[in-house]
């Protein structure tokens, strides 16, 4: 099975942006990129070629569902697992955020230095599933 | 599998980082009070969204940068405001609004307030950063040693931090100027025999400053004499200890202490007719805290209250089809809610007939209009004598930890819920070493000590959602909701080893012990699997961590 290595991470907050950079880089050693709105990330992901995109979900602009749906009906995609960030934390609201097609979810607040473990395990579940 | 070592460098990074943050929530706190300045109806719309922004940002970041209270608090006031938008008009909500978001600005200044104080002190590893929750006073999750004696002062302390307690040993002298910078701590212990502590001394006068008395309060003396314990008492002290302290005594009453202050929100269960009186009861119960219920349908009450799990049940005298006591003898036919409190809510304010409904199985009597503090008071105050006695069945002595019943029915609840909300459910078994050697060796009351303080040790080293239980003599099970079993064997690791490194002593001979264990998860199982199997499973694992020598924690895989 071949290993997570790259990782696009979506979400609008500097602040956010710079620990889970730490936490992506130092913490778990993948290559890491980061966009700071969904119009971003759909201009980037075909250089970057994400084996994962971690995605927020409430962003102003383009939030986080729309990117995925943009990014679905672009085929930029192909197979390429997105997972939700989100503060939002019901189980009615996750399981919402699954049917769009998003491969799991993970909840903010998160643990910089459980982030790389847990994008990991959905990776091989992802891989397992294919 | 590799610690959570953090290498030095790192750490400086997320300290930076970190202090970028607390920027952010200075300039948050003054978008948050112009916000509400403001507020009036005529712009309530568009200012009401602004707050629910910035408030859903911060409760899904503060808590990654150790703003764990502030996280939670701005989740807590985001939902009431979501929940409210749909019923209430919006004067209600304005008013709402200013109270809880002025409350939460108060604690952003707090925040404030301690990373002044802080800031010069060097990064700290990313459990600390987990674990900072900055708010109330300076020095939270903090324990004070008031000790004269320097030597006792060393070894307390380096017993006590094994517990996970960040222990501070002061001199009387020192804690008052401490105090000063930041009030008193979570929990202080005093050593009422040295200096400054004289017969003659009047502790009230000593203790009491502009910060008020210390909270959480232990006091160690030789002397347990009744004149001795009266000043304990005057200056409401939790609980006194006559030295030489037991070590496990001392950590029991420590956690008592501590707990009581972090420990759960009560869980209420609301049914009453009127559904504006409800709503109203829930978001004022919820602001304080509290997990609150309503019942919509009193036909579903025992599916609803096995689901819930309340602590207390609030219940309306007059319904139009069934009387409170109808309800009250109903849920008294079950016997797992023999001890659920029950309180009547009613607008009787005859005493006889308040009385006459008190003889129906429950608890108090309360007369609407009823104001909030009285109504809180009346809920906190029920649901801390039920939790005590509720310790006091369910718990083994020795320990305080769950007995092998209790335990039992808590991981067939766990089980159920994992598979339901598809969540990993991690149990962990473990074992001390050769326990029959220690007591052979140093008699049953040192073992009983050893037992004791692993116990405390299991206590304080899992989360409050996790839960520990005493299986059998030096046999403990341990049910991890929501976590994998990598993150489980992690944490019992670490623990394996913290208590190799304890010392015990009986006889003046020094000595230590280990612990072997067995960690499994739910996700790698059969789903068809019950409780009881999950448990054997764990249990074999953890006689393959025997079999090859003890002293290591086994997984299934």
């Not at chain 2, 040192?446 to 405390?456: E, F, M, Q, R, W």
């Amino acid at each position: 099975m071949s290993e997570l290595k790259r990782v696009l991470l979506v979400d609008d907050e500097p602040d956010i942006q710079a620990i889970a950079k730490l936490s992506l880089d130092k913490v778990g050693g993948f290559t890491s990129l980061i966009c700071s709105s969904g119009y971003e990330a759909i201009e980037q992901i075909a250089d970057f070629k994400p084996d994962l995109v971690l995605l927020d979900v409430m962003m102003p602009g383009l939030d986080g569902p729309h990117t995925l749906k943009q990014l679905q009906e672009k085929g930029l995609l192909d197979g390429t697992p997105v997972v939700f960030f989100t503060a939002k934390v019901l189980n009615s609201e996750v399981e919402e955020l699954k049917e769009l097609g998003a491969q799991d979810v993970i909840s903010k607040p998160f643990d910089p230095m459980t982030l790389p473990t847990q994008l990991k395990d959905i990776w091989n579940r992802a891989n397992e599933q294919t | 599998m590799s610690k959570h070592n953090v290498p030095e460098e790192l750490q400086a990074e997320i300290q930076a980082i970190r202090d970028q943050y607390k920027e952010r929530l200075v300039s948050d706190k003054s978008k948050l009070t112009s916000l509400l300045d403001g507020l009036s109806l005529t712009n309530a719309n568009q200012r009401v969204d602004e707050i629910h922004l910035i408030l859903h940002s911060i409760s899904g970041s503060a808590g990654t940068f150790g703003f764990d209270k502030i996280s939670e608090e701005a989740r807590r006031i985001d939902e009431k405001l979501k929940e409210s938008a749909s019923q209430f008009g919006q004067d209600t909500i304005i008013k709402l609004i200013s109270n809880d978001v002025t409350r939460f600005c108060q604690l952003l200044d707090r925040t404030s307030v301690h990373n002044a104080s802080s800031s010069s002190e060097s990064a700290s590893t990313a459990k600390t950063l987990q674990k900072t929750n900055p708010s109330r006073s300076a020095h939270e999750g903090e324990v004070w040693l008031i000790e004269e004696n320097e030597q006792l002062a060393a070894q307390f302390s380096k017993q006590l931090v094994n517990f996970n307690f960040k222990i501070n040993t002061v001199t009387l002298k020192e804690a008052l100027k401490l105090v000063d910078k930041g009030g008193w701590p979570d929990a202080t212990i005093i050593d009422m025999d040295g200096h400054p502590f004289n017969a003659t001394a009047d502790f009230k006068t000593l203790f009491t400053t502009t910060e008020g008395a210390p909270k959480g309060l232990i006091m160690l003396s030789e002397n347990d004499a009744f004149d001795q314990r009266i000043k304990a008492a005057k200056i409401r002290a939790t609980s006194f200890l006559k030295k030489p302290i037991n070590l496990s005594e001392l950590v029991s009453h420590l956690e008592a202490v501590v707990n009581e202050e972090k420990s759960a929100q009560p869980r209420v269960m609301l049914i009453d007719d009127d559904k504006e009186l409800c709503s109203l009861m829930k978001l004022e119960l919820e602001s304080q805290g509290m997990q609150v219920s309503i019942l919509h349908d009193v036909r579903n009450i025992v599916s609803e209250l096995n689901e819930f799990r309340p602590e207390l049940l609030l219940l309306d005298m007059e319904m139009p089809e069934y009387s409170g006591i109808d309800i009250a003898l109903l849920v008294r036919q079950n016997v797992q809610f023999e001890s659920l409190p029950i309180v009547y809510l009613s607008a009787e304010r005859n005493l006889d007939k308040q009385t006459e409904a008190l003889l129906f199985d429950a608890d108090d009597f309360l007369v609407k209009p009823i104001s909030n503090e009285r109504l809180i008071s009346s809920i906190r105050s029920r649901v801390h004598r039920a939790r005590n006695l509720e310790q006091l069945i369910s718990r083994d002595g020795l320990t305080g930890l769950l007995k092998h019943a209790t335990i039992k029915e808590h991981a067939d609840r766990e089980l159920m819920r994992a598979r339901r909300e598809k969540t990993a459910l991690s149990i962990i078994m473990l074992d001390i070493d050769h326990f029959k050697r220690v007591n052979d060796t140093y008699g049953h009351s040192t073992g009983d000590t050893v037992i004791a303080s692993l116990a405390a040790l299991l206590r304080h080293r899992f989360r409050q959602t996790d839960i520990v239980g005493r299986y059998g003599g030096e046999e403990f099970l341990v049910i991890l909701p929501n976590t994998q079993e990598q993150e489980a064997f992690k944490i019992v690791d670490r623990i394996r080893i913290a208590f190799s490194e304890m010392e015990f002593s009986a006889d003046n001979q020094k000595f230590s012990c280990t612990l072997s264990a067995g960690c499994i998860c739910s996700s790698h199982l059969p789903d068809q699997m019950d409780a009881s199997e999950l448990i054997e499973t764990a249990d074999k694992a953890l006689y393959e961590s025997k079999r090859n020598g003890r002293n290591q924690v086994s997984t299934q895989q």
